[in-house]
């Protein structure tokens, strides 16, 4: 089982003339615990659902998906909405309004009695931040077993984490824990700034004693551990867009590693790590060529 906690959204996709292209289920948590389930892995959501109309379609999704809704109830506060602003290129910056909403509100207890067993745990973005859901993601990680593995994706907002005492508080915790901690360019730029990107990651990996997977775009991916970084190529694809690319990359990768039945001590396998990244490569990229954040299904997948 692999248990995710964080945000569950709406995604108000805008495109750069300022018109409204759709709206989406998302959150880079959500998008990710939807991966692991579409690959076929039991997966469990521990993020805070509303009772509105937002919140149905989101556990009509999940239900689709065959995710299991961890918490096992509905919040009554409204449903968190982020606007995914597309540039030229068709990358999204986001703004949220989430403020006393459903996402926001899960407690560290709530969380906790929910948690149950699982084999590795996936942390991240808002659930570093809104509060009391820091608390919660904080308790939920330190709370994991050693033979549970923790994958963290902070997936940096500068416009909610500036000046974040939650994020200031839930970040070390989370570092001090994690197995696994996937980073782009964006994040590394934030968290280390003026420092040139694989040389922060480098610190990030020294720092956290974890491996740290640096995605860069359309660039390749580079696995850094404490030996030698390796790279694995990204191809090719048509992007429609890249909204939830990084949180499917996220997804493949616990996929692989769940459904070849590895755990933490695997990690120290550099061609496991290779083949579970170039799988995790390969979501994202299907990914990108369909419009928000709609990762493939097994059967798009074939073997792995």
């Not at 998008?31 to 389930?37: K, L, V």
């Not at 805070?48 to 506060?77: E, K, N, P, V, W």
């Not at 290129?89 to 009695?113: G, H, I, K, P, W």
């Not at 033979?147 to 005492?165: I, Y």
Request: one cysteine or more.
């Amino acid at each position: 089982m692999i248990c995710v906690i964080g945000e569950a959204l709406i995604d108000i996709i805008v495109d750069p003339t300022g018109y409204v292209r759709t709206s989406v289920v998302g959150g880079a948590p959500f998008n990710t615990a939807r991966t692991c389930a579409r690959l076929g892995v039991p997966t469990s959501f521990l993020g805070g659902i509303s009772t509105d109309a937002f919140g149905s379609r989101m556990m009509d999704m999940l239900a689709a998906d065959g995710l299991i809704y961890g918490l096992g109830h509905r919040l009554s506060q409204p449903s968190t909405v982020a606007i995914a602003q597309l540039d030229q290129d068709n990358a999204a910056t986001y703004r949220f309004m989430f403020d006393n909403t459903a996402a926001a509100s899960v407690t560290a207890q709530m969380a906790l009695e929910a948690l149950g067993a699982c084999t590795s745990i996936h942390v991240g973005t808002l659930g570093l931040v809104l509060e009391p859901l820091a608390d919660a993601t904080a308790a939920v990680v330190s709370s994991a077993g050693s033979e549970c593995m923790v994958m963290a994706d902070p997936n940096c907002r500068p416009s909610v984490m500036d000046g974040s005492a939650a994020f200031a508080r839930t970040l070390p915790v989370v570092l001090d824990r994690a197995d696994v901690i996937k980073v782009s360019g964006d994040d590394l730029a934030y968290l280390y700034p003026s420092t040139e990107a694989l040389q922060a990651a480098q610190q990030l990996q020294q720092r956290a004693n974890a491996v740290v997977l640096f995605t860069d775009g359309s660039q390749e991916v580079r696995i850094i551990t404490a030996g030698m970084p390796v790279t694995v190529p990204v191809p090719h694809v048509d992007v429609v867009d890249t909204v939830g690319a990084g949180d499917s990359f996220s997804g493949g990768f616990l996929a692989y590693w769940a459904h070849h039945g590895l755990d933490r001590a695997a990690l120290a396998d550099i061609d496991l790590l290779t083949k579970a990244t170039a799988f995790g490569v390969k979501v994202a990229g299907i990914t990108c060529t369909r419009p928000g954040a709609d990762p493939p299904h097994a059967s798009e997948i074939g073997a792995y």
